[in-house]
């Protein structure tokens, strides 16, 4: 029989086992450079702050966010642009997989949806990413401004 006392600490260590295993969820640039504190959590200062913050994404200084510049890079290392355009004749082509949701962050800011984040939209960060505040308490919470999960979609074993 183990003593109680040893079996904890092995119990406390499986969901981190199980996590090993998963390749651990790309950051959002975005949330980077928006949550100076670190605490995961966007307060009022960070939202006041955010166009000056979200330039700091802005690699090639032309005062606009392109999705190589905000969006996480992919496993594979390579840039996440744009897909390349479909030819006009699909002929026997198989479809593409369906592109997955945007986050709400980047949705929250791409108020076009052209995928760029112009300089007009990086002016308007604050007031934008406002619409996120679905309780109104003035900040943003992960709950707020992750992705949601499909309906039906089993939970991550690493999260209740």
């Known amino acids: 029989?183990?003593?109680?006392?040893?079996?904890?600490?092995?119990?406390?260590?499986?969901?981190?086992?199980?996590?090993?295993?998963?390749?651990?969820?790309?950051?959002?640039?975005?949330?980077l450079a928006l949550d100076l504190n670190g605490d995961g959590i966007l307060d009022a200062g960070e939202l006041a702050a955010a166009a000056k913050s979200l330039l700091k994404l802005d690699k090639n200084g032309d005062g606009q966010l392109t999705p190589d510049e905000y969006r996480p890079p992919r496993p594979d290392g390579q840039a996440q642009g744009n897909p390349p355009p479909r030819p006009a004749d699909q002929g026997n082509q198989a479809p593409r997989p369906p592109q997955r949701p945007r986050p709400p962050l980047d949705t929250a800011l791409d108020a076009d949806g052209d995928e760029?984040?112009?300089?007009?939209e990086l002016a308007m960060a604050p007031l934008l990413l406002k619409k996120l505040d679905v309780n109104g308490d003035?900040?943003?919470?992960?709950?707020?401004?992750?992705?949601?999960?499909?309906e039906g979609a089993p939970a991550r074993p690493d999260k209740p």
């Open 1 to 31: 029989m183990i003593p109680a006392l040893l079996l904890c600490p092995l119990l406390a260590a499986l969901p981190q086992a199980q996590d090993a295993t998963r390749p651990p969820r790309p950051v959002s640039p975005i949330l």
């Open 116 to 120: 760029i984040i112009s300089a007009a």
């Open 138 to 150: 003035g900040r943003l919470t992960p709950d707020e401004f992750q992705p949601k999960r499909p």
